[in-house]
């Protein structure tokens, strides 16, 4: 299982604030996700700026969108492009034993760590190739694309087969849209992220 962690957004909604390096409870919101990951043994990959290279710990790759802020659906891409294929070299049946997923996430949502734990409960729909993506949406109905499961297999084949640059200004509901999905509804208080300064006031993140 392999994450990526999408952290190169422009902020215009909270006047041009890294996001990344929002700080809550003592630590940047890059931090609290790494960390999160880490504990579940997740390794990934950050899309974001290379300033934030200095702020990684061992194990998490950088990379960014070509060009910079061309989208979410470029942004994950870029990701995916960045990491490495774990069934490279790997037989088909021993592939097809293998729990191959890639976690889509958004490091203003600021409780990594129940998400994580959430998600992982429906990743077993993946590993029986029951469905391709696990896709939340909230109380409202409004699907959490960054808060995704989707099947590594078939992510990378789908970013794959995209024309030079098709990706550029799209949504991720255009990349994922072809997904055979499943929409189980978040619980309360999961996903929050910080969008206005309202949020951050709510959430206790420091701008």
């Given at each position: 299982?392999?994450a990526?962690?999408?952290a ?7 006047g ?8 809550r409870?003592?630590?940047t ?44 659906a ?21 592939a ?13 949502t600021?409780d990594?760590?129940?998400?994580l ?23 409202a109905g ?10 590594g ?12 640059g098709?990706?550029?200004g799209?949504?991720l ?33 420091d701008?």
């Open positions: 299982m392999q990526v962690l999408l190169g957004g422009a902020g215009t909604r909270l041009g604030a890294d996001k990344a390096l929002l700080v409870h003592g630590r919101l890059l931090e609290h996700w790494t960390a999160a990951l880490a504990q579940r043994q997740v390794g990934g990959v950050v899309v974001g700026g290379e300033h934030l290279r200095r702020h990684l710990p061992e194990g998490f790759l950088l990379t960014r969108e070509t060009p910079p802020l061309s989208g979410p470029a942004a994950v891409c870029a990701g995916v492009r960045a990491l490495p294929d774990p069934s490279a070299g790997v037989s088909v049946p021993e097809a034993e293998q729990q191959d997923a890639l976690l889509l996430l958004a490091v203003d600021v990594p760590g129940p998400l734990d959430w998600l992982a409960g429906w990743l077993s729909l993946l590993s029986a190739a029951e469905e391709q993506a696990v896709v939340p949406r909230d109380r409004r699907f959490q694309m960054l808060g995704s499961a989707v099947s297999s078939w992510l990378r084949r789908r970013v794959s087969e995209l024309a030079p098709e990706e550029s799209q949504s509901r255009w990349l994922l849209g072809r997904a055979r999905s499943v929409h189980p509804v978040l619980p309360d208080g999961l996903g929050r992220d910080v969008d206005l300064p309202e949020d951050a006031g709510e959430l206790g993140v701008l």
